[in-house]
């Protein structure tokens, strides 16, 4: 087995341990909850052992107690530091959720599909106003607001935590509503989104993919651009010119990829120099 | 300091940052808000709040 994809699994099984809550309908409220994982996993997923950082850091922003969470940024900043956007290749489970659904067969030619490069810039919209913004500024008269990402956006809260919770319990069905609606319809579309579209919500709707991504190019760990070569990603970049990007999510395919095809031909300056003299040379 | 210099520097910096947050956020009981927030199930989350 890749050691991606078991890492990924690993990461997934293990935030989402607590088995006991999926056959009771019932969350783990055991000290784990106090800290959280570096990627997307709700809270409420009847499975969940560890806390999710942006619903975290939206209840303490939204709250009457503190106006600025340390801890939560602090851990968001941390994490950042050393790891940069390689959470989202490797530490995310929504993001494995995302390939495991871009895996369906359903539709063809998926590769032909393109993201316009404005929807790209969503994610730091919502980052802005969802997660930071509302939470913070619209309170009402005890000084309590809402975490606005949670609330109306949020597919992992839908898929993980409201799907298997309301599934065991009728008095949660009974109180659904409008808004559940607006949020399944929204996570069906998103879910058709992955199908279609490699990672389809980390690249247009995700706000801790777009803060991880600030840190892309400085974190520790990054990769060599000198390892990549070739035109292999499935995040639509171009890896030589991008790895390490804001969108780059150090996935480190393009790298095994360069390491198959190229082999024995050099850096990738070389590959490059190579290529450009033969392209002269047929012209 | 040269950029690549600055560059190799900053994470270290930002690290050190995270860890006086953290330390900061821990010592004002920001661990329970965390906890108390997430051992309840959150209605907004499943989308009924
Ligand atoms: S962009 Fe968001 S959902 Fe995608 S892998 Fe990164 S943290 Fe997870
Ligand atoms: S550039 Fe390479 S490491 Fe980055 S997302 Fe594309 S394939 Fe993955």
Known sequence: MKIRPLVQSLVLLGSNAYLKGFMGGRIYKGPLKGVCVPGLNCYSCPGALFSCPLGSLQAILAGWEYSFSFYVTGLLLGFGAIFGRFICGFLCPFGLIQELLHKIPLFKNKRAIKIPKFFLYIKYVILAVFVVALPVFAKGEFGVGYPAFCKFLCPAGTIEAGLPLLAGSEGLRKAAGALFLWKALLSAAVVVGCVVIYRFFCRVLCPLGAFYSFFNKISLLRIDPDEVRGTFCKMGLNPVLEVNSLECIRCGECKAHAKRRFAGRGSSAEVMANTTEQIIHSA | ?49
Do not use: H, W
């Open chain 2, 1 to 49: 300091m040269t950029r690549g210099k600055y560059l190799k520097c900053l994470p270290l910096v930002i690290l050190a940052v995270a860890g006086l947050f953290i330390a900061i956020g821990v010592t004002r009981g920001e661990v329970e808000a965390v906890l108390e927030k997430a051992v309840n199930i959150c209605l907004e989350c499943i989308g009924i709040g």
